[in-house]
């Protein structure tokens, strides 16, 4: 019912920058959260940053002061600007997108993209 797609990945030297975006389409009637989500190899997927319906973000201690996260409602878009970037950042990176479908009745999905790969070098 919604389908999700980032965008931006790509290899980075320590202190560069990235910009990841995610567009989520389809039979939406309302976006109540979006946010970002990274797996390292080997570990768990963890929370990077959300934004909820009114406007609350939250960011992971690990990217606060370094990663920007903002959201396009016109265009359903979510954006992570990647600042000072460094090696322990590289993963695969997901945006989570939670809808309300159809009507105001209508039923939650939670959706998940495909990720993409950011990879920092030392």
């Known amino acids: 019912q919604v389908q999700v797609v980032e965008s931006g990945g790509g290899l980075v030297q320590a202190g560069g920058s990235l910009r990841l975006s995610c567009v989520a389409s389809?039979?939406?009637?309302?976006?109540?959260?979006m946010g970002w989500h990274r797996q390292a190899p080997g570990k768990q997927r963890e929370l990077v940053a959300s934004?909820?319906?009114?406007?609350?973000?939250n960011y992971a201690n690990s990217v606060k002061g370094r990663f920007t996260i903002s959201r396009d409602n016109a265009k359903n878009t979510l954006y992570l600007q990647m600042n000072s970037l460094k090696p322990e950042d590289t993963a695969d990176y997901y945006c989570?997108?939670?809808?309300?479908?159809?009507?105001?009745?209508?039923?939650?999905?939670?959706?998940w993209g495909q990720g993409t790969q950011v990879t920092v070098s030392s």
């Open positions: 934004i909820i319906d009114g406007g609350r973000i």
């Open positions: 989570n997108v939670g809808a309300t479908v159809a009507t105001s009745m209508g039923p939650f999905y939670s959706s």
């Open positions: 389809g039979n939406i009637f309302r976006i109540s959260v």
